[in-house]
């Protein structure tokens, strides 16, 4: 019997790990891996078209399942192309490994063909970015970048030439899973921290919770907190699939695309409790309010706006523990108002939600269709641009229902690649892709993998012929909009080209039908929604031109739907626009 190569522990500490498949474009340089994996049988290769689409898949299924994801590319361009899929892993913070082949060992520091420095290259957006340069280094490497991965719930790297690849194996395989797989520990803050917040927030009338990703799985705890301190909840857009649902304390989204409650619950507190969310604009935080912050990550603390109190630990263990200590006495009047502002909010957007038979087709119609539609255990992914105001604002969560962005990141074309992820780590779910007609063909050729991979994925196209984000930042912006026009096909036919099922619809009557066809297709099915270009995700009131004069910032506060009243701060915030997209 042959002895074992590196390729083949590779492949055998992979399988221990978990892992069930890898995402990626195969090259001469990953060949010993591949052909390891295919010997092995046990580990799926799932072929896309472009590395970078391998990465956002891997870390969809990593953020779905919380479980170690593998993405991996050929030598120099092939490993480079994942870079941008990466740093969405690494700014969502969930557990992918990547595998980044490297040319002949001899070769290296040669400027050889495809020379790159992964090493260099990946640092910036992993926990663990490391090289193996000899047999002698396995599986130490490997299993240290998956306990760094799942450890830290981040990116790892491990560079690896093919002939190194290829040498023969010198030590054993880790022991067990539950060696490579600790299981995190659960973080409860000190007794004298959790005293300290309880007189904090037991001293303060007008408490705002602001609630992010870091609630995953405190639903319960988040509402008696909220009930006993009778809080209204904000929540940031990655809280939003696990914060919104059976919430009667939820008064929306802040932040660029948030609404009018939500910012006004977090300027109108005397308290702003946050939980679990690394919200980064400032500008949307209370200046006067004091503050503390929850969250697992130390550096987090303080990090986007001056705390009071900082406690290091998992939500729901905190507000467990804090409970107890908390005395009741809250009146609910703070809290009413925010509702009654939250119901108002939600009117507004809920009456743009609608289009007039024979006339314009409005996103957020779309989008609220879509929500109804959908089933209960849908998987939604949007791209950034409006698709992402449209997710945030119209689709419903459950509880059951998940939604994915790339929120931390922001990159266009993140949807259609990781609903590919989403899709191959649960083929029984409805996967729907909320894509823009800029993010779709971006990462185009992912649609070519759906077909041949033969996922059910839906893709719900918002066809407004425009990188209709910018479009709108230019106009505000009083620029003259340039290079942003697209001169899109009919995309449901070039769908139906390439063997998915394709619908097209223009007219808002027949929106209700098409999206019945496309979401109860049994294959993967495409919605090809031509929808208005120059739709306006801001109160209906306010027009393009009246906003000419404003700053970014206020044109920009207004398109969130907070009104006139942030025109003043506004103007004091020239430019700030900018650093956001
Ligand atoms: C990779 C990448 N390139 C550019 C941008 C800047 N950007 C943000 S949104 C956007 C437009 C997106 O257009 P589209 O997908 O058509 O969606 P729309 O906003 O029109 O709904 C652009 C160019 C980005 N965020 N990511």
């Known amino acids: 019997m042959p002895k074992a190569t590196i390729a083949d522990h590779f492949a055998q500490t992979l399988h221990l ?68 899929g990466l740093y969405d892993c690494h700014r969502t913070r969930v557990p992918v490994l990547a595998i980044a082949a490297q040319i002949p060992s001899a070769e290296i520091g040669s400027n050889y063909f495809q020379e790159t420095k992964p090493e260099h290259l990946f640092r910036d957006c992993s926990v663990y970015c490391e090289t193996i340069s000899d047999a002698s280094q396995m599986p130490r490497t490997l299993d240290t970048a998956i306990r760094a991965a799942t450890g830290h719930r981040g990116v790892a790297v491990v560079s690896i030439s093919g002939d190194v690849a ?59 907190l909220a009930d006993v301190l009778q809080s209204p909840i904000v929540h940031a857009l990655g809280g939003k699939e696990h914060v919104e649902y059976d919430n009667v304390f939820d008064v929306g989204m802040t932040g660029l695309i948030g609404f009018s409650s939500g910012y006004d619950a977090m300027m109108a507190c005397d308290m702003l409790l946050m939980l679990g969310t690394d919200f980064p604009y400032r500008q949307f935080y209370p200046t006067k309010a004091k503050v503390a912050q929850i969250d697992v990550r130390p550096e987090n603390l303080g990090l986007r706006t001056p705390i009071d109190l900082g406690l290091v630990g998992d939500v729901g263990l905190t507000i467990d523990a804090l409970l107890p200590l908390l005395k009741s006495g809250h009146d ?44 209960d255990d849908a998987v939604f992914t949007c791209d950034v641009g409006t698709p992402v105001i449209w997710a945030a604002r119209y689709l419903r969560m459950n509880g059951r229902r998940r939604l994915l962005g790339s929120f931390n990141h922001g990159s266009m074309a993140n949807a259609l690649p990781q609903a590919i992820g989403a899709q191959k780590t649960y083929p029984q779910r409805q996967i729907v892709s909320m894509s823009g007609d800029g993010g779709l063909a971006m990462l185009m050729g992912e649609l070519l993998t759906v077909r041949q991979v ?43 080209s390439i063997g998915i099922h394709g619908v097209r619809v ?59 009243e942030i025109i003043e701060l506004g103007k004091t915030n020239k430019g700030l626009l900018s650093q956001f997209f």
């Open 332 to 375: 609910g009047k703070f809290l009413a108002s925010a509702r009654e502002d939250y119901a108002k909010a939600r009117k507004g957007l809920d009456e743009l939600a609608q289009s007039e038979p024979g006339g314009i087709l409005h996103p957020q119609h779309v989008a609220r269709i879509l929500s109804e539609q959908a089933s």
């Open 506 to 564: 223009t007219d808002p009557a027949d929106l209700e039908d098409a999206m019945r066809e496309v979401l109860s297709y049994p294959g993967a099915a495409l919605l090809d929604a031509v929808t208005a270009r120059d739709e306006l995700s801001m109160p209906p009131k306010i027009t393009l031109e009246q906003m000419k004069g404003f700053t970014l910032y206020a044109a920009k506060a207004i398109i969130s739907g907070r009104g006139d």
């Open 166 to 224: 290829l040498r023969a194996a010198e030590n054993g395989l880790a022991r067990s899973a539950a060696s490579l797989l600790p299981s995190r520990p659960g973080i409860h803050p000190q007794p004298s921290d959790l005293a300290d917040l309880a007189g904090l927030l037991d001293r303060s009338a007008r408490v705002t919770i602001l609630a992010g990703r870091g609630c995953a799985g405190a639903h319960r705890q988040l509402l008696e």
């Open 17 to 84: 790990a978990g892992v069930k498949r890898i995402y990626g474009v195969v090259g001469d340089s990953l060949n010993g891996i591949t052909d390891s994996l295919r010997k092995q049988g046990k580990i799926d290769w799932v072929h896309v078209r472009n590395e970078e689409a391998g990465a956002f898949a891997a870390g969809a299924e990593a953020q779905l399942t919380g479980e170690l994801a593998v993405c991996a590319g050929s030598c120099g361009p092939g490993n480079m192309h994942l870079i941008n």
């Open 454 to 496: 033969g996922l059910p994925v839906k893709i719900i196209v918002f066809n407004n012929g425009t990188l209709g984000f910018v479009e709108m930042e230019m106009k505000v912006a009083g620029l003259v909009e340039t290079g942003v026009s697209l001169d899109n096909p009919d995309f449901a036919a070039m769908a139906r």
